[in-house]
């Protein structure tokens, strides 16, 4: 506190300020971009940042941290496309809100939430960063693979009226995620004598292909069905209020309480990200939501969670980042050089030396979630504009973003390859009616299920049960994947046994709705 008007005479400083901005605006382009993930923003960005004090350098990585999270939501809720894996969850009721004429309530909700989300968890950052920290040291091998386990429980909840179909595209997933050599032994899998394959599926060209190519073939078989607009009244969607009514704030408020802890408990956990936290905040807001069938048919309550949730990670990655030097995700990992090479050291010194710089950049953290939020509101009316551009212009766009994306990643054409590969089994996928949501879900979290898995056999001799038993934390995990298996059916079964006896006499009668109360 003493030293609480240098760091606001540092984060008001044109260099800062001009770094905050700069930043927003890069990380919102890039994160609308179909391929460009935070990741890659911030590694871009990163050599641009040599020339600046260490306080406008970081600050500026922050903000393009932060804002490339928010900005896959854009192509998410308008195109299907999804331009970060974190904004995933959010394509499936933000493009139905779009369909239905309400691209604007989508971006609107999603603008909102996403920077509620992360100002919150800048606040977290701010105030409870050590007490937070110490969590994520408790966790061994045991608690990271029921961890994952209990992630792959959501499958259930994503797979909507059709529970086998939703098993099936997760399994696809899990067996996907094996292909390449074996993370303990080195042993190649499932390569079939294709070198490329060792190094395993990339992550956002099969995204891409799974949600975007995907996208395209159904709008190019659209267009020979006689289909020409995107949306079902066009003229709507730039019609209604961009921010949320305060009936709509009401509804949401809970989900966005329990999504922001989630993302930041999740950002806290290394290995853990964006994608991971949103999937967990969107599974556990349509558990507990009275609407729960809403979900995946433009519900605003599924935008919300997945949105407030992934942007909230990005403050709880920077925990132990900064009082550890653990990063809680890929993007950290990157600001983790990034503060090395302009001479902090995360540890105690950062927030006794170096307090100065350290808060200057948690503050100008919390400036770009808010910088984030008003310039989303204000160009929300223009940026809902690509929802009315017609199906012949906007597929070969959706295409060649995508293309240019996938390649873009690593200067490899094998990675186009695999994305139009997605593509096709996304494209097949929806014909049949199963989800994609539930293979990316399987990608995502397969290695982190396995490599803890062998790590823990390896640290328990043996003993596999007394060893997790002996942890609380992989008890409490242990209850919660149980409930998070066995909850529809028990709701389901408890719901068939309510029964509505006639009223006797002249007693009133009285509606009872089941499916909701």
């Given at each position: 506190m003493s030293q609480f008007a240098a760091v606001l005479s540092t984060v008001f400083s044109g260099e800062v300020m001009l770094a905050i901005a700069i930043g927003t605006l890069a990380g919102m382009v890039i994160g609308a971009m179909p391929g460009l993930s935070?990741?890659?923003?911030?590694?871009?960005?990163?050599?641009?940042?040599?020339?600046?004090s260490p306080s406008a350098a970081i600050s500026m990585l922050a903000a393009v941290y932060t804002s490339a999270i928010y900005g896959g939501s854009i192509t998410a809720c308008l195109l299907h496309t999804p331009g970060t894996p974190a904004s995933a969850a959010t394509a499936a009721d933000g493009y139905a809100l779009t369909k239905q004429g309400q691209g604007m309530k989508a971006i609107g909700i999603s603008t909102v939430c996403s920077m509620i989300g992360g100002t919150i968890s800048a606040i977290a950052l701010l105030l409870i960063s050590e007490p937070l920290s110490r969590i994520s040291l408790m966790f061994t091998p045991a608690e990271y693979m029921l961890l994952g386990l209990f992630g792959l429980t959501i499958i259930g909840?994503?797979?909507?009226?059709?529970?086998?179909?939703?098993?099936?595209?997760?399994?696809?997933?899990?067996?996907?995620?094996?292909?390449?050599?074996?993370?303990?032994?080195?042993?190649?899998?499932?390569?079939?004598?294709?070198?490329?394959?060792?190094s395993g599926i990339s992550m956002v060209p099969?995204?891409?292909?799974?949600?975007?190519?995907?996208?395209?073939?159904?709008?190019?078989?659209?267009?020979?069905?006689?289909?020409?607009?995107i949306v079902d009244d066009p003229s709507s969607t730039l019609k209604g209020r961009v921010l949320p009514t305060a009936k709509e704030m009401k509804r949401i408020t809970p989900t966005v309480i329990k999504s922001t802890i989630i993302?930041?408990?999740?950002g806290i956990l290394p290995a853990a990200g964006g994608d991971i936290g949103s999937w967990v905040g969107y599974n556990n807001a349509k558990k507990s939501s009275k609407h729960p069938e809403e979900f995946g048919h433009g519900s605003i309550e599924g935008i919300a969670a997945s949105e407030t949730a992934n942007n909230a990670v990005t403050g709880g990655a920077l925990i132990p980042l900064l009082t550890l030097g653990i990063p809680g995700s890929g993007t950290a990992a990157i600001m983790l050089g990034s503060l090395m090479i302009h001479g902090m050291q995360p540890g105690p010194e950062l927030f006794t030396k170096q307090a100065v710089q350290t808060y200057t950049i948690i503050v100008a953290f919390m400036l770009a979630n808010i910088l984030m939020g008003i310039l989303g509101l204000l160009i929300s009316k223009y940026v809902a504009r690509v929802a009315l551009v017609p199906m012949s212009i906007l597929c070969p766009v959706i295409v060649a973003l995508s293309t240019i994306g996938s390649y873009a990643i690593n200067n490899s054409i094998f990675d186009v390859y695999v994305m139009a590969f997605f593509g096709l089994l996304g494209y097949l996928f929806r014909k049949a009616n199963i989800g994609s949501a539930p293979v990316?879900?399987?990608?995502?979290?397969?290695?982190?299920?396995?490599?803890?898995?062998?790590?823990?056999?390896?640290?328990?001799?043996?003993?596999?049960?007394?060893?997790?038993?002996?942890?609380?934390?992989?008890?409490?995990?242990?209850?919660?994947i149980l409930l998070g298996v066995f909850s529809p059916f028990l709701v389901k079964k408890i719901n068939s046994k309510i029964v509505i006896k006639e009223p006797a006499g002249d007693a009133p009668e009285i509606d009872i709705d089941v499916g909701e109360d």
């Open positions: 935070a990741t890659m923003g911030v590694a871009l960005l990163t050599p641009l940042t040599y020339t600046l909840s994503l797979s909507g009226d059709n529970l086998l179909k939703g098993l099936i595209a997760g399994a696809v997933g899990l067996v996907i995620a094996c292909i390449g050599l074996d993370g303990m032994s080195g042993v190649p899998r499932y390569v079939f004598g294709i070198t490329r394959l060792e099969a995204m891409i292909g799974m949600f975007s190519i995907s996208q395209a073939m159904i709008i190019t078989e659209d267009l020979f069905k006689g289909k020409s607009l993302g930041i408990f999740v990316i879900l399987g990608v995502i979290l397969s290695s982190m299920v396995e490599k803890n898995y062998r790590r823990m056999l390896i640290l328990s001799r043996g003993a596999v049960l007394p060893y997790i038993f002996s942890h609380p934390i992989a008890i409490v995990l242990i209850v919660m």
